[in-house]
Structures are given as C-alpha cells and as structure tokens.
C-alpha cells in the first residue's frame, strides 16, 4: 500500500543544535502531520499542515518548531534549539483529504535523542 | 475534555481464538470518529477500522470487528482467529468534528498483543 518514508530513522544531537527531520509524504497527499511518541506515553498531536500553511498546533508545538514544505519535497520538522524533552519518536503522517473520517497514513517515525 | 484511556497494558493469547481490547473514550462533541491502528514490530503503523459515532451498526473489516457501545463511550476492538502476525501494539484513537477539525487525533497508551502458537 501506500507508503510514508521518514529520514533518518534514528538522529543523535546534542542539546541546543538544530536538527531536521524530514518526511516523504505518499504522493498524491494534500494533509501532513507530525505527531511527538516519549517512551511509555501516549503519542500527541504536533502539527496539521495543508497548502503550505499551518492548519493547527499542539501546545506541545513550541516557538522552537516550524514546518515547512518547499516545492512538494519533503515535508520536514526543524527544531531550533534543540532540548533534551525534545527526545522522542516523531511520526509523519499524511492523508489525501482532511475530513475528520480521514485515515492517515503514517511513517515508521524517526527516534530523535537530545544528549 | 477529550481522552482516549486503554487499560490493558498487554495481552497475551494462543492463536486461532478470540481477543477483545478495550477503549474508552470522552469527548464533548456529538460527532466524532473512533479509529484502530497497529504498530507493529518494525515501527510501521497501520490503520485497521473505523466507526463513525452516527453509525449504530458495528463495523467490520476482515477478522477485525468493532464493539461499539455509544452510552458508555466505549469503542472495543475484537480479532477473531488470532494469527501469530497479529502480535503488535493496537492504539485507539478518536478524532473530533466533520470537515471543521484540522487533524487532530488523539491515541490511546496502546495494548500490546502477544499471540502464541
């Protein structure tokens, strides 16, 4: 089926650097999502992102975040500084459309560790 | 407030038998739609079923099923004839709204699912 590549699959930094994640949406998508997973917890809602706009954010969206999709490439997450509570799984997600009896498509998530 | 609350942390059975996994939800929002994904080993998460809270009729779709009982806002998930490669992680997930809700989804701790041979 479908499917939504996320790049890296595991990214190491150090606190206060700034890291990229990126994510190849299936092709024909309009919606894109990122949701945060820490271990043992529930995985949150970041981001909503359509036509090159930001639809909705989490409070767990901080001013340290940003998305973007330039030229249908990759959609990606920035997060500038980085902290070590920025340490998680981050999983893309995408859909054709955004009603909300939509599925999402979702990546294998990329694992993110702040030191 | 909007929660989705799974209380088995896991589960394990023999295959070919029934397992049911529970899910709660709250949410103040007449209209609203309930998902099931499974994680599996490799990380890949996969949408399996949906029930849209209008709907009164349970869905199905292959050997998953859904038991929805709208008065106690429960949403439980039931495979029947377990086989070894349903051993995953299963999330429940509500989402609220019709066209106005921009994405939101939210998910459940997740049961994990052992089947034995």
């Known amino acids: 089926g479908p499917k939504v590549l996320q790049i890296p699959s595991h990214q190491i930094i150090d606190m206060g650097q700034m890291v990229t994640l990126n994510c190849d949406p299936v092709s024909n998508h309009l919606y894109f999502y990122w949701y945060k997973q820490i271990l043992g917890q529930q995985m949150e809602f970041l981001v909503n992102f359509y036509n090159g706009k930001v639809m909705e954010k989490s409070k767990l969206f901080k001013d340290q975040f940003s998305v973007e999709r330039p030229d249908g490439s990759y959609f990606t997450l920035k997060i500038q500084p980085t902290a070590l509570e920025d340490s998680a799984v981050y999983f893309c997600?995408?859909?054709?459309?955004?009603?909300?009896?939509?599925?999402?498509?979702f990546g294998h998530g990329t694992k993110l560790s702040v030191l | 407030a909007q929660k989705v609350t799974q209380t088995q942390t896991s589960i394990s059975v023999v295959e070919k038998t029934t397992v049911t996994m529970d899910c709660v939800y709250e949410t103040r929002d007449s209209s609203y739609f309930l998902f099931w994904y499974k994680q599996t080993a490799s990380g890949e998460i996969v949408f399996l079923i949906r029930q849209d809270s209008y709907k009164k009729e349970n869905a199905t779709v292959g050997h998953y099923s859904l038991n929805f009982q709208k008065p106690k806002s429960s949403i439980g998930l039931i495979i029947t004839a377990t086989q070894i490669e349903d051993s995953a992680v299963y999330f429940c997930?509500?989402?609220?709204?019709?066209?106005?809700?921009?994405?939101?989804?939210?998910f459940g701790l997740g049961t994990t699912l052992q089947v034995q041979p």
């Open positions: 997600a995408s859909s054709l459309r955004g009603g909300s009896n939509e599925r999402l498509f």
């Open positions: 997930a509500m989402r609220e709204g019709w066209t106005g809700n921009t994405g939101k989804l939210i």
